[in-house]
DNA sequence: ACGAGACTAACACAGCTGTGCTAAAAAGGA
DNA sequence: TCCTTTTTAGCACAGCTGTGTTAGTCTCGT
């Protein structure tokens, strides 16, 4: 039988290259070419493996989100509903190298798919991170409020949009000015918003 | 004495066209050609106002930053603290057809800026923007805590970069899915998020 | 060993890319 | 009218683009 690769990693190291050349030159740089010599193969290599251009980048995409689900979805649930509502929420905030390349990335992607035409499939990756993300919020300060840790006179469901729309901007603003928004800064402004919203012990 | 045409004018009408081609086909599509042919002229006459295509990148994001300055400083402050506030932060957000064009290309050069070479001035441009914007957010801010109208236990640095990330993630969403996030759910979480910092009267 | 099937590299092709260059058209004061 | 300066269009060039095709190499069960 035929020499054995595993095609699924294979593909990962691929689109792995791919976000490299986004990160270091932008989407604009992203060919073919560019991210087969990324690799370290051949362009034709690349192509075995993604028959088209437009598949390989709605891969390298769905890639983000699927690496920020696999490391929200190891998270052991321990401590406060507070210290576990902050764990997951960092997990979607660019706090360390890995996850700043991941939303750099994503980001040059979101561009894109705003793109009215030839978006493809990129349109519905950012709709399902975006519902991801925010039934996510909904859900932890659901546990918050099963807790009793919430204030009583809050809409839950406003919260969670407000939550969520926070949770962006800093994710934002922790890639694009790291210096000045540092990973600690970040968690002190999440905290402090989810003290906000605590009820008082 | 030659024909007289208003560089600056047209300079702008490029960079406008520019902003279509983005906005239609993503970045990945504004090469000299498409953007002349969007704008109806020829290759040459493009290049004639723009020598290089980075100059001509670097002026239509510029462009963007200018068109909400002025949109800014044009705001007459009138009302309550409260309602001046509110009506300068809806001009950083994406709530009309015209301003939505707006942040999604501002969106693509972000993204395109965070690429470590080549970026040029990109970056700076992005950085003096969201310098200008979280200033904004202090002085709206400081402008209340003057009116008596804020809470006194507040942190009013800390608060203003909090309510910077919330207006940055508001804008993302009303940009991204803006059926779900509609202008009027926008400014009501806006509304809300001031509400929650200031004095019971 | 051998050959079926998985894998790789290389070339071809038409078309687009940014930029340099040149010739011509337009315009209005003299 | 003519002439200077600005403005415009077009061509040329080398190089890159996505994709189709083809000939080859490698691996491993039999």
Redesign the interface.
Same mark, same amino acid.
């Not at 020499?3 to 740089?29: F, Q, S, Y």
């Not at 902050?86 to 040059?108: G, I, K, N, S, T």
């Not at 546990?143 to 969670?160: K, P």
């Not at 407000?162 to 990973?183: C, N």
């Given at each position: 039988m035929p020499k054995i690769v595993d095609h699924a990693a294979r593909r990962e190291e691929i689109a792995e290259a791919l976000w490299r050349v #986004?990160?270091? +030159? $932008?989407?604009?740089?992203a060919s073919v070419r560019t991210i087969a010599a990324e690799a370290g193969w051949s362009a034709g290599a690349v192509r075995y493996y993604f028959p088209d251009q437009d598949g390989l980048l709605s891969f390298a995409m769905d890639l983000v989100s699927r690496r920020v689900t696999e490391r929200v979805a190891a998270i052991q649930p321990k401590g406060s509903a507070t210290t576990i509502a902050l764990r997951y929420l960092e997990e979607a905030l660019p706090l360390d190298a890995e996850r700043r390349a991941e939303f +750099?990335v994503w980001?040059?992607f979101?561009? %894109?798919a %705003?793109?009215?035409?030839?978006?493809g499939g990129l349109r519905a990756h #950012?709709?399902t991170v @975006?519902d991801g993300l925010r039934q996510l919020c909904e859900s932890l300060l659901n546990a918050l409020a099963e807790d009793g840790a919430l204030r009583d006179d809050l809409d839950v469901r406003?919260e969670a949009?407000?939550l @969520?729309? &926070? #949770?962006? $901007?800093?994710a934002? @603003?922790a890639?694009? !000015?790291p210096d000045r =928004?540092s990973p600690a800064?970040v968690r !002190? &402004?999440l905290r @402090?918003?989810l003290e =906000?919203l605590m009820a008082r012990q």
């Amino acid at each position: 039988m035929p020499k054995i690769v595993d095609h699924a990693a294979r593909r990962e190291e691929i689109a792995e290259a791919l976000w490299r050349v #986004v990160r270091r +030159d $932008g989407i604009r740089a992203a060919s073919v070419r560019t991210i087969a010599a990324e690799a370290g193969w051949s362009a034709g290599a690349v192509r075995y493996y993604f028959p088209d251009q437009d598949g390989l980048l709605s891969f390298a995409m769905d890639l983000v989100s699927r690496r920020v689900t696999e490391r929200v979805a190891a998270i052991q649930p321990k401590g406060s509903a507070t210290t576990i509502a902050l764990r997951y929420l960092e997990e979607a905030l660019p706090l360390d190298a890995e996850r700043r390349a991941e939303f +750099d990335v994503w980001m040059a992607f979101m561009a %894109q798919a %705003q793109a009215e035409s030839g978006a493809g499939g990129l349109r519905a990756h #950012v709709d399902t991170v @975006h519902d991801g993300l925010r039934q996510l919020c909904e859900s932890l300060l659901n546990a918050l409020a099963e807790d009793g840790a919430l204030r009583d006179d809050l809409d839950v469901r406003r919260e969670a949009e407000r939550l @969520h729309a &926070l #949770v962006d $901007g800093l994710a934002l @603003h922790a890639a694009i !000015q790291p210096d000045r =928004t540092s990973p600690a800064r970040v968690r !002190q &402004l999440l905290r @402090h918003h989810l003290e =906000t919203l605590m009820a008082r012990q």
